[in-house]
Each structure stands twice: as C-alpha cells, then as structure tokens.
C-alpha cells in the first residue's frame, strides 16, 4: 500500500512540475502588464463611495490603483481642504471572473474615518481628531451591454469596530453606466445613475444617486458632479446632496517581458 502511493506520490509531483515549467514558458511567451492608475479631485462638497455620507465642505480626494488584470491594491485617502483627514480606505480587490461580457468583483477593506470628538484630556475637555475604525467587503459582477454602456450590481457591507455606533452598514445599488459617448470630436460625456439601498443597524432608506463626467480628448483635467437624493428613509441626514468637483486623471501601464 505505501508503494503505491509512494507512486502516485511520485507521479503528481512529476505532474505538477511539467504544469509549472509550461505555465512559466507561456508566462515568458506573454508580457505581464502591471497598471498605476489614478484620479486627483478638488471637490466643493465631498462624498463617500455610499453617496448619503458626505464631508458637507469643500475636499481632496486621492483614489489610486496598482496591480495587474486581475488584483488590485486600491488606496483612496479624503482630506478637507483645511489639511485635515477625512477618510483613509485601503481595497483589496480581485476579479474572479473577467472577460469582454461579465466581469465579477470581489474585495475588502480596513477603512478610517477620522473625526472631532470632546474629549476629557488632563481633566480639560479639548477638540481630539479620531479615527473610526471600519472592516468592510463587497461583491460587484458588471455585465457589458456594448462597448460604452454596462449594467452591475453593487454589494457593500461595512462593521464598524468602535466602542459606539454606527455598527453595521449594509448598501445594495442597482447601477448602469454609460462612458466615453461622444459630444463632438474632443468632447466625452459619462454618467453612471444608480438605485440604492441602505441599511445603517436598524434604520434603512432607498435613493438614487449619479455621477456625470465631462472629459476632453487627450486632456487629463476633466469636469464631475454628483448627486444624492432620498426617496424614503429613516437615516437621519440630508435629503439631497450634490457637488461640482475637477478631476485629474493619470494612467501608466508597465510591461515585464
């Protein structure tokens, strides 16, 4: 018996090193393209990936992505224009599926989101900035109508590991998305409206939001606005919610043969 599996033993191993060398030939055959890809926003208003939180003033935000085709590391950092933090968000992402149709999304994150709290400091209430701490995952599959205009579902819940509420969030939109349409030989138009619903521990509501993006040919600098409206909801905030921002985008694609 313990020859015949010191056999079969055998054999996988050798299996599994032929699969190898041939992966690696192909590998060596097909260039490995690795992307940093990345948009600067100066916003009069900033808001969140969920489009009911927003900062209420004017903001950076910095939203990055490096990784290959299939993993991603995607940072996105938000400070007020006054200097100070407002969000810190570090996605892991992988695609689990990606062809020219369907492509379906899996990633996760720690998140901080910073905040001024009255604090007892040496017997003295003062001002103290501090950071919330959040673990969040999501689950997106997108299907490809045509070559400008998709259709996805948007999966999102977060925890929150702090000793007060919010605890959990739960967020489920319905999104199309419509990129790169033509307005004149230069000019590019994208808008992606999305139906959503959230749920913040034991409150709820359901809103539409979109996001419109004015773009030049070959120009970096582009326009976006973004709006948020409740249709019904028991969360206490804002009914509706806009910005004006100017985007900066950057793209650099790096080739290992």
Known sequence: MKKYFLQIFLVGLVLLANNQAQAQKETEKTP??????????ATTNGIS????????????LFDMSLGGDRFSFDPMMRFGMNGKPWSFVFWWRYKIVNNPK????VGAHP??????RELIVDGQPKNVLVANRYLTWELA?????????SLGIYFLNGNGINPYPPDHTYFLGVTWALSNFPLSKTL????TPQMYYL?????????????????KTDFPIGLQSTFNQKIKS????????????????????????
């Open 141 to 149: 599959p997108t299907y490809k109508i045509s070559p400008r205009s």
């Open 102 to 105: 369907f492509s379906l999304r």
């Open 188 to 191: 590019r138009f994208a808008m």
């Open 199 to 215: 749920k913040v521990d034991k409150n709820d509501g359901l809103y539409v939001t979109s996001t419109f993006t004015l773009t």
């Open 111 to 116: 998140a901080f989101l910073f905040q001024e």
């Open 49 to 60: 990936i969920i489009p009911f939180f927003s900062l209420g003033r004017p903001a950076f």
């Open 234 to 257: 028991t969360i206490e905030g804002d009914d509706f919610v806009w910005n004006l921002s100017l985007i900066y985008n950057f793209a650099n694609d790096y080739r290992k043969q």
């Open 32 to 41: 490995i393209i690795k992307h940093f890809d990345g948009t600067i926003t």
